[in-house]
T-cell receptor
Framework: AQRVTQPEKLLSVFKGAPVELKCNYS??????LFWYVQYSRQRLQLLLR??SRESIKGFTADLNKGETSFHLKKPFAQEEDSAMYYC?????????FGPGTRLSVLP | DTGVSQNPRHKITKRGQNVTFRCDPI?????LYWYRQTLGQGPEFLTY????????KSRLLSDRFSAERPKGSFSTLEIQRTEQGDSAMYLC????????????FGEGSRLTVL
């Protein structure tokens, strides 16, 4: 069965501190992993995907198949990073989302 | 193109009534998804269309729920005999023919069942 877990409902950090949002998954094949973000009063949107191996807004995420993890990291958090973050996977058609982590970056 | 459009944005109804939500996708996006989101949870998959064909349905989609995409463009999600447990945000997302994997979401339709 496909499943995505995000152990932290809320993560609070101070501006300039490093941040790591955890994501673990279970999937029998080779999934594609994504991070989606929802800023206040905006729609859900893609932040980054593991295939691209890109850094978006200073965020990176590395797929660790051994640990079945796809943690999202940023070395220096900014106040504008405050949002809901959802980890998601797909095996090709359906997308499964985790429960989300609310990141609050304090001034 | 203004992106994925959903309406109504908010719907308040009494238990037992039927409601219908509409989703207009981004042009040429042939894949369309419906999700349900309740407070404190991530989006839960309901159903998926490729063009007009409904390819997958979640077991969350009881007999009271039906979705259509008659011409492969807009889609409707109908809930019959609504229950209080149906209160949620209903999200539509679409995806293009390529392999980018990116879902484009609408703003959602919030249902409140009294």
């Amino acid at each position: 069965a496909q499943r995505v877990t995000q152990p932290e409902k809320l993560l609070s950090v101070f501006k300039g501190a490093p941040v790591e949002l955890k994501c673990n998954y279970s999937y029998s094949g080779s999934p594609e992993l994504f991070w989606y973000v929802q800023y206040s009063r905006q729609r859900l949107q893609l932040l980054l995907r593991h295939i691209s191996r890109e850094s978006i807004k200073g965020f990176t995420a590395d797929l660790n198949k051994g640990e079945t993890s796809f943690h999202l990291k940023k070395p220096f958090a900014q106040e504008e990073d405050s949002a809901m973050y959802y980890c998601a996977l797909t095996g090709g058609q359906n997308f499964v989302f985790g429960p989300g982590t609310r990141l609050s970056v304090l001034p | 193109d203004t992106g994925v459009s959903q309406n109504p944005r908010h719907k308040i109804t009494k238990r037992g009534q039927n409601v219908t939500f509409r989703c207009d996708p981004i042009s040429e996006h042939n894949r369309l998804y419906w999700y349900r989101q309740t407070l404190g949870q991530g989006p839960e998959f309901l159903t998926y269309f490729q063009n007009e064909a409904q390819l997958e349905k979640s077991r969350l989609l009881s007999d009271r729920f039906s979705a259509e995409r008659p011409k492969g463009s807009f889609s409707t999600l109908e809930i019959q005999r609504t229950e209080q447990g149906d209160s949620a945000m209903y999200l539509c997302a679409t995806r293009d023919r390529g392999h980018s994997g990116e879902l484009f979401f609408g703003e959602g339709s919030r249902l409140t069942v009294l």
